[in-house]
């Protein structure tokens, strides 16, 4: 695909979305989540109107670092004027990330968090040991991902796909996830070859954002080279979004 062909209406509303999310369909009938900059909700932390700017922002980097982890996302003129525009996944969210008892939880489970429900009764959040999804884990380590949700994760066929990017890429460190079962692994062979074209970056993949977001991006890639592991969390910004699935 190549974006939308044609205009774009709008069919319907994802309600549990935090900024306008709407479902439309183009002229070929395929579908398409729109985000127009109109709806997008005011936030302390980020720059004004350009939450839709890192979601296409988010699936250049994605396709420049060969990741292909994020659904098409482009620019586009929509009927409540600019904003992004993704490639409807028609899939599940995963199974990779899920909420355990201890006693379920194996060796194929890297936990995340242990707590205890209402009725006292314990918890852990875990996700698989996988390899998809430790790839997701670096891509969002270097994008600076401020919500990875288990939520997020969709399977696509035999593809993992990942969706909600609005809060990326911003110049402090932000990395808020679910998925901090490989923090202060050893970076393998490939994926300090992914953070050096990440850290060799001279050209912004997609426009609209500040040049210093862009130079924190190659700075998070520096840093994760450096240090020849996976990032561990800030003591200055909460490790887990909420809710986590």
Do not use: C
Not at 51 to 59: G, H, I
Not at 75 to 96: C, F, I, M, Y
Not at 171 to 199: F, H, M
């Amino acid at each position: 695909m190549t974006g939308p062909a044609g205009r774009l209406r709008v069919v319907g509303r994802l309600v549990d979305a935090s900024n306008a999310t709407l479902l439309t369909l183009d002229e070929d009938e395929r579908r398409w989540v729109y985000k127009p900059v109109i709806g997008e909700a005011p936030l302390w932390d980020f720059p004004s109107a350009t939450l839709s700017r890192r979601e296409v922002a988010a699936y250049a980097l994605s396709e420049t670092l060969g990741f292909s982890l994020v659904p098409e996302t482009v620019w586009v003129d929509g009927p409540l004027g600019e904003g992004s525009a993704q490639a409807w996944v028609d899939g599940d969210t995963s199974d990779l990330v899920d909420l355990l008892r201890p006693e379920v939880v194996t060796a194929e489970w890297l936990p995340v968090l242990a707590a205890q429900l209402s009725d006292g009764s314990p918890i852990v959040l875990a996700h698989r040991d996988d390899a998809q999804l430790r790839r997701v884990a670096l891509f969002d380590a270097l994008l600076n991902n401020s919500d990875r949700k288990a939520g997020h994760l969709l399977v696509d066929g035999d593809r993992l796909a990942g969706i909600d990017h609005g809060v990326s890429l911003h110049v402090e460190d932000k990395l808020r996830t679910v998925l901090w079962g490989w923090a202060g692994d050893p970076l393998r062979p490939d994926e300090i070859e992914v953070a050096t074209a990440a850290a060799a970056l001279d050209v912004a993949p997609a426009p609209g954002l500040a040049d210093e977001e862009w130079e924190a991006l190659r700075d998070r890639a520096d840093s994760l080279l450096a240090n020849g592991v996976f990032p561990l969390p800030s003591e200055r910004w909460h490790r887990i979004p909420w809710p986590p699935i």
